[in-house]
């Protein structure tokens, strides 16, 4: 048995070192441009901060509008002393010298613009909820942004080589298919990498806009978010990869229903199990949020309904009677067969 399974172990080590040799020399490629991919990678964060520093700010305003609007703001030392400065200096420029009236008077505005900059600061101090909002990206670690970059270098390199890994997985599955069905290795790589680019593109422009604004805005009020760069991208790539992963859902189920090995009938019975299971894999691949899951969940249940119409196009679920005639015909072509190979041997003795 284990002599049957040599050729095929030795040539899923010769698929399997392709790809990692790929994936190699695409890192090495991405990583003479990683600051320009983590620049691509934290700006769904960095907009997300932004964005919650506004909300944050234009609700402390409101909030110390309403408050200013309903009491008067009381009155410390340090202000009555600058009014009454204020009033004595214009008092004393009314009657001075009219020499010495100019320089009095520039006294007195000067006491009135101390006054003005004394009541913005003690206003400012006793601000209701007020929150000063300065979230950052930090590193804790000393070879940080070292490790950072060789992260985000190895996820642009599994990207950049996606279609030559999928082209390998189809060289080691191909020894198995009929001539017809190997001549799908374009529509199966062209295909799986389309599908897996869309899958990232919808993560990084619907999903982490909305899961990062989310996170960060909870708790806000309280505490500022100093995010740690390391956690933050794999963080990132896990959902990146799992969005595009779980994007490649309808090539698969094609090509499962080409080799025959699936039908419609076959999706249609599985789908309660596979909402679970849907589901499922939403809450461990995406933030730990209601919001970011569904919106995981929901596109991959709409793939999976794609998955039964595409499969349903390729390998519908053929009644008892249809399969009873396909394989009479089977029979009947394989007699037929049969025959013309006698009568040739009768014609050629």
């Known amino acids: 048995m284990f002599d049957d399974l040599r050729p095929h172990l030795a040539e899923l080590r010769k698929r399997l070192g392709l790809s990692v040799l790929s994936v190699f020399i695409a890192f090495i490629i ?72 100019p320089l009095l008077k520039n006294a007195a505005d000067a006491a009135k613009s101390l006054d003005e900059i004394i009541k913005k600061r003690d206003s400012a101090s006793a601000r209701p909820n007020h929150h000063n909002f300065e979230g950052k990206i930090t590193t804790h670690q000393v070879g940080g942004a070292f490790f950072v970059a060789l992260k985000v270098s190895f996820f642009a390199g599994l990207l950049g080589a996606m279609p030559f890994i999928l082209y390998q997985l189809w060289l080691f599955v191909a020894p198995g298919l009929y001539s017809n069905e190997k001549k799908m290795v374009i529509p199966f790589v062209v295909g799986g990498s389309v599908m897996f680019f869309i899958g990232v593109i919808f993560a990084y422009y619907v999903v982490t806009p909305f899961g990062f604004q989310f996170l960060i805005t909870f708790g806000s ?40 090995l699936v039908t419609d009938r076959t999706l249609i019975d599985f789908f309660k199990y596979a909402i679970v299971i849907i589901f499922l894999l939403a809450a461990l691949l995406t933030p730990p949020d209601i919001l970011t899951q569904l919106l995981m969940a929901a596109p991959l249940v709409l793939l999976y309904g794609i998955s039964i119409i595409i499969v349903r196009m390729v390998n519908p679920e053929k009644s008892d009677e249809e399969e009873e005639e396909e394989e009479e015909n089977d029979n009947n072509k394989e007699e037929e067969a049969k025959r013309q190979a006698l009568l040739d041997e009768l014609d050629n003795p």
């Open 30 to 101: 991405a990583f003479t441009f990683h600051n320009a991919i983590l620049s691509w990678i934290t700006q769904p964060l960095n907009n997300a901060l932004v964005q919650v520093g506004r909300i944050i700010e234009s609700q402390d305003k409101a909030t110390w509008k309403m408050k200013t609007d309903e009491s008067n703001v009381t009155q410390t030392p340090a202000m009555q002393a600058a009014e009454k400065l204020q009033h004595n200096l214009y008092a004393a420029a009314k009657t001075a010298d009219p020499k010495l009236a």
């Open 221 to 260: 009020f309280l505490y500022t978010p100093f995010i740690n760069i390391e956690d933050y991208v794999g963080f990132f790539t896990k959902i990146m990869l799992g969005f595009g992963i779980a994007f490649e859902l309808p090539v698969f189920a094609y090509f499962l229903a080409l080799l025959g």
